[in-house]
């Protein structure tokens, strides 16, 4: 087995493993990912040459979700800070000939040399936002990547990140928030997602 398929059966055993398997096989999470995957579908128009990012990729598979939605319409960017994290998604979308496979862009969401205004959505996902450290930083620099006129859409728990810590960051910005739901049918795990237009 050479080192990349190694890479990959580490990854497979670990999304099964002690530390993630019964989080993954629970319903909050099965839960959550199945609001999160409904509601870009509804709440989101992908046209002709959609350009999407998403920041964080951990485990990817928000990212094959993304792929799958935009087959025939769009392309997806994929960006994350952690080297053995894209590679191993890129690699293992090869290998599964993922048929709408992420550009995967192995670098922090800060660094200043990223496309400037050239995502028509971005998505940032889960923890991703604490991850890496910086809430307003975190937001600033996904609004960089989008297009006048275009979209993010957050997910977050409402343990970590309150809900009016997102209405305080807009308030001091002209962005807008078209829509903001929350989920709390799981108290263990309640979350919220939100639709934010950039003017
Ligand atoms: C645990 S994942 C969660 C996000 C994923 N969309 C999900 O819901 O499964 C968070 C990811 O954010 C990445 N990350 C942390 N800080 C980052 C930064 N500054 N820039 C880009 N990615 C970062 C981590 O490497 C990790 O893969």
């Given at each position: 087995?050479?080192?990349?398929?190694?890479?990959?059966?580490?990854?497979?055993?670990?999304?099964?493993?002690?530390?993630?398997?019964?989080?993954?096989?629970?319903?909050?999470?099965?839960?959550?990912?199945?609001?999160?995957?409904?509601?870009?579908?509804?709440?989101?128009?992908?046209?002709?040459?959609?350009?999407?990012?998403?920041v964080g990729i951990g485990t990817g598979d928000w990212d094959d979700y993304l792929g799958y939605w935009l087959k025939g319409k769009g392309s997806l960017t994929s960006i994350d800070i952690d080297e053995s994290i894209c590679e191993t998604f890129e690699y293992r979308q090869m290998r599964e000939q993922h048929p709408n496979p992420s550009k995967v862009v192995c670098r922090s969401l800060f660094d200043s040399d990223l496309p400037k205004e050239a995502f028509d959505l971005v998505t940032?996902?889960?923890?991703?936002?604490?991850?890496?450290?910086?809430?307003?930083?975190?937001?600033?620099?996904?609004?960089?990547?989008?297009k006048h006129g275009g979209h993010l859409m957050f997910m977050a728990s409402l343990k970590y990140?309150?809900?009016?810590?997102l209405e305080e960051y807009i308030s001091n910005t002209i962005y807008h928030i078209v829509q903001k739901d929350l989920y709390e049918a799981f108290p263990e795990y309640p979350f919220f997602i939100s639709k934010i237009r950039k003017y």
């Open positions: 087995m050479n080192m990349d398929d190694e890479n990959l059966l580490q990854y497979y055993l670990e999304l099964k493993g002690p530390d993630a398997g019964e989080w993954n096989s629970s319903p909050q999470c099965i839960h959550t990912q199945l609001v999160t995957r409904d509601y870009i579908k509804k709440t989101f128009v992908h046209f002709d040459g959609i350009e999407v990012c998403n940032l996902i889960g923890s991703a936002i604490n991850e890496t450290g910086d809430f307003k930083k975190c937001l600033d620099s996904c609004f960089r990547l989008i990140t309150p809900v009016e810590m």
